[in-house]
C-alpha cells in the first residue's frame, strides 16, 4: 500500500503516465480487464479441498459466444473471469454456504496468434480486494497452463456453462 501511494504520487510529480495503468498489468503485460464485475455469469463451482465458492463469468464476446454454442474454440476476443471467495455459513441458516472473504479474480483472454505459446489465452490473476497482480514475472502462465491440460480437449477451459431453461 505504502508503495502504491508512493508510486501514485511519483507519477502525480511527473504528470505523465497514471499509477493505475502500471500498477493493474500483470507479469505478461495484460491489464486488469474494466467492469468486469457487470459481466454475465456462465456457471459457478465449489472446490471442497480448499473450501471456496467461484463464480465463471465471461465478458460480451463469450456470452454470445455461448449463446451460439460456439465455444470450442472459443472466439478471439474471449475473457472467461474466475471470481473466488472462501466459504462462509448463512447467518440466520446455518445450513446455507455463501461467498465470504474474497480470495481473488483470474482471467483468460483469448488471443490464438498472440498467446499461442499457451493456447491461445493469456491468463491473469489478481490477489485478494487491493487486486494485486500474481507472479514475479511473465514465466507465472506456466503453472496455470499446465494445469489447464485436463481441459485441452475443451479449449483448455474447465468450465461449461450451466444450463438454463
Ligand atoms: C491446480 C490447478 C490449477 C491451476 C494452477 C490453475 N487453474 Fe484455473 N482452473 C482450474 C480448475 C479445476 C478450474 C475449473 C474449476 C474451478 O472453477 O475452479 C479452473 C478454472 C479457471 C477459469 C475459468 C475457466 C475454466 O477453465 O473453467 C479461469 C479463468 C482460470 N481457471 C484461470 C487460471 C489462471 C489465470 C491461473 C494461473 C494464475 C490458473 N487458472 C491456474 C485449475 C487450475
Same mark, same amino acid.
Given at each position: 500500500? !505504502?508503495?502504491?501511494?508512493?508510486?501514485?504520487? #511519483?507519477?502525480?510529480?511527473?504528470?505523465?503516465?497514471? &499509477?493505475?495503468?502500471?500498477?493493474?498489468? &500483470?507479469?505478461?503485460?495484460?491489464? #486488469?480487464?474494466?467492469?468486469?464485475?457487470? =459481466?454475465?455469469?456462465?456457471?459457478?463451482? /465449489?472446490? *471442497?479441498?480448499?473450501?471456496?465458492?467461484?463464480?465463471?463469468?465471461?465478458?460480451?464476446?463469450?456470452?454470445?459466444? $455461448?449463446?451460439?454454442?460456439?465455444?470450442?474454440?472459443?472466439?478471439?476476443?474471449?475473457?472467461?473471469?474466475?471470481? $473466488? =471467495?472462501?466459504?462462509?455459513? #448463512?447467518?440466520? =441458516? !446455518?445450513?446455507?454456504?455463501?461467498?465470504?472473504?474474497?480470495?481473488?479474480?483470474?482471467?483468460?483472454?483469448?488471443?490464438?496468434?498472440?498467446?499461442?505459446?499457451?493456447?491461445?489465452?493469456?491468463?491473469?490473476? =489478481?490477489?485478494?480486494? *487491493?487486486?494485486?497482480?500474481?507472479?514475479?514475472?511473465? &514465466?507465472?502462465?506456466? *503453472?496455470?497452463?499446465?494445469? /489447464?491440460?485436463? &481441459?485441452?480437449?475443451?479449449?483448455? $477451459?474447465?468450465? /461449461?456453462?450451466?444450463?438454463?431453461?
Amino acid at each position: 500500500m !505504502k508503495t502504491k501511494l508512493l508510486i501514485t504520487a #511519483l507519477f502525480c510529480l511527473s504528470g505523465t503516465v497514471m &499509477a493505475d495503468d502500471i500498477l493493474s498489468s &500483470a507479469p505478461n503485460g495484460i491489464m #486488469l480487464p474494466e467492469n468486469y464485475s457487470d =459481466w454475465q455469469i456462465i456457471s459457478s463451482s /465449489h472446490r *471442497e479441498d480448499n473450501k471456496t465458492m467461484r463464480i465463471i463469468l465471461g465478458n460480451d464476446v463469450a456470452i454470445t459466444a $455461448v449463446r451460439l454454442g460456439k465455444t470450442n474454440p472459443w472466439p478471439d476476443g474471449t475473457i472467461l473471469g474466475k471470481l $473466488v =471467495w472462501k466459504d462462509a455459513t #448463512l447467518d440466520k =441458516w !446455518k445450513k446455507a454456504t455463501v461467498p465470504g472473504k474474497f480470495v481473488h479474480a483470474e482471467f483468460m483472454k483469448k488471443n490464438a496468434k498472440l498467446y499461442k505459446d499457451t493456447g491461445g489465452w493469456g491468463f491473469t490473476r =489478481w490477489l485478494g480486494m *487491493e487486486q494485486k497482480p500474481y507472479g514475479d514475472s511473465p &514465466a507465472f502462465v506456466k *503453472e496455470c497452463f499446465d494445469c /489447464h491440460q485436463p &481441459a485441452k480437449d475443451n479449449d483448455y $477451459v474447465f468450465t /461449461h456453462p450451466v444450463e438454463l431453461p
